[in-house]
């Protein structure tokens, strides 16, 4: 069974806003990635956060992680259409990965 | 275009049949997987390989599914017979290991009809 979970399972907004999803997981952990899936394609890495990291910035991406809830969040900043895709995230430890359910984000042009 | 290659993008079969897909991935990356993926979902590991050994296959539904990679480069996952309820997108990504990101193909898309 998948160990993460993604909140919202979708989400729509108008460009330029901000987009906001969160995972949570349930055992400790190495590091904590995040991947965007656009329709019909493969996944492609964003971004990744260590345990003992906090907070994580690559160009309008934001990662946080709180390791005492056992839960991260990602923030899109200033958001584009070309945004728009399923957005996982997926714990590692132990050289084993398991990925969340996914966040459905439609950006509005 | 993605750097794993993986074939066919499309397979479209009769349940009872044979099939197979095909990943080449990353030069120089030990590890790979193979993923299932329904549509809504999150991917769901089938198999890990390290070089050319399996090193998690407790997903993998062994009466029907074989995965390998014998020299320890490109990999085949077969289903045979498939079933109606094998129809998703199979998902084959390589890394260098170690919880290190992972880099997906674009599947190989499966109806079973």
């Known amino acids: 069974s998948q160990q993460g979970e993604e909140d919202p399972q979708a989400l729509s907004i108008q460009e330029g806003e901000n987009a906001t999803m969160n995972c949570s997981y349930k055992?400790?952990?190495?590091?904590l990635q995040w991947y965007r899936q656009n329709s019909g394609r493969g996944l492609v890495h964003l971004i990744l956060?260590?345990?003992?990291?906090r907070e994580k910035h690559s160009g309008r991406l934001r990662v946080t992680l709180d390791t005492s809830k056992k839960s991260s969040s990602l923030l899109i900043t200033a958001s584009r259409a070309a945004d728009t895709a399923s957005y996982f995230c997926?714990?590692?430890?132990?050289?084993?990965?398991?990925f969340g359910t996914g966040t459905s984000l439609t950006v509005i042009p | 275009e993605a750097e794993v290659a993986q074939s066919p993008r499309y397979k479209i079969t009769e349940k009872s049949q044979a099939v197979a897909f095909w990943c080449d991935p990353i030069?120089?990356?030990?590890?790979l997987y193979w993923y299932r993926q329904i549509l809504g979902q999150g991917p769901e590991l089938l198999v890990q390989?390290?070089?050319?050994?399996?090193?998690?296959d407790s997903q993998l539904p062994k009466d029907r599914f074989s995965a390998e990679r014998l020299k320890g480069v490109d990999s085949t996952l077969k289903i045979q017979p498939a079933e109606l309820g094998d129809s998703a997108m199979y998902l084959c990504?390589?890394?260098?290991?170690?919880?290190?990101?992972?880099?997906f193909g674009d599947g190989t898309r499966l109806s079973i009809l």
């Open positions: 997926a714990t590692a430890a132990s050289n084993q990965f398991y």
């Open positions: 390989f390290q070089d050319e050994s399996v090193v998690d």
């Open positions: 055992t400790s952990i190495n590091n």
């Open positions: 956060i260590r345990s003992n990291e």
């Open positions: 030069s120089g990356h030990a590890t």
């Open positions: 990504a390589s890394s260098l290991g170690g919880n290190q990101p992972q880099h």
